[in-house]
């Protein structure tokens, strides 16, 4: 089975910001800020992550809500920005 971004966005979600708690229900369009997934530090780590493992250099403007606040958002825009992967 492929693993993919959105798996390692979700593994990362749960492992980093719901301590491994994967019984929590979190819906792929689930809004990580309005349900106090991550606040402004859990962003930064987000973002390092989705740099260090999909090779994408994040500026300012792509680090909005409209990219990162659910793990669909989070995915697409990894998929619209990523080098082949």
């Given at each position: 089975m492929?693993?993919?971004i959105?798996?390692?966005v979700r593994?990362?979600?749960v492992?980093n910001f719901?301590f491994?708690?994967?019984?929590?229900e979190?819906a792929?369009?689930?809004?990580?800020?309005?349900?106090?997934?991550?606040d402004?530090?859990?962003v930064?780590e987000l973002?390092?992550f989705?740099?260090d493992?999909f090779?994408?250099?994040?500026v300012?403007?792509?680090i909005?809500?409209?990219n990162?606040d659910?793990?669909?958002r989070i995915?697409?825009f990894?998929?619209?920005?990523a080098?082949?992967?």
């Open positions: 492929m693993i993919t959105k798996d390692k593994a990362f979600i492992d719901l491994g708690d994967t019984s929590y979190l792929d369009t689930a809004s990580l800020i309005e349900n106090d997934i991550i402004s530090t859990a930064v973002v390092a989705i740099e493992t090779g994408i250099a994040m300012d403007s792509d909005v809500p409209a990162l659910s793990i669909d995915s697409s990894i998929k619209a920005k080098p082949a992967v």
